[in-house]
């Protein structure tokens, strides 16, 4: 293992800068995840009010689009 961080860092970082900039990105992304997942389950809780609002308003301009015709 030692061998395939040495050839990924480089000779110009060391192990532990390598490790410890691995670890930041791997834990910075675990967070968005956690966001990503947090914010769908959101958008999935009112999705049939959000669906219903949005049938609603096109259901509305449609009626309008009617009435300015000829």
Do not use: W
Request: charged share 40%; no cysteine; net charge negative.
């Amino acid at each position: 293992m030692l061998t395939g961080i040495d050839r990924v860092a480089g000779s110009k970082r060391s192990r532990s800068a390598f490790i410890e900039d691995v670890l930041r990105q791997y834990l910075r992304e675990r967070e968005k995840a956690v966001r990503r997942a947090r914010d769908l389950a959101l958008l999935n809780k009112f999705a049939d009010e959000m669906n219903a609002e949005a049938e609603d308003v096109l259901r509305y301009q449609a009626l309008e689009d009617t009435r300015d015709e000829p």
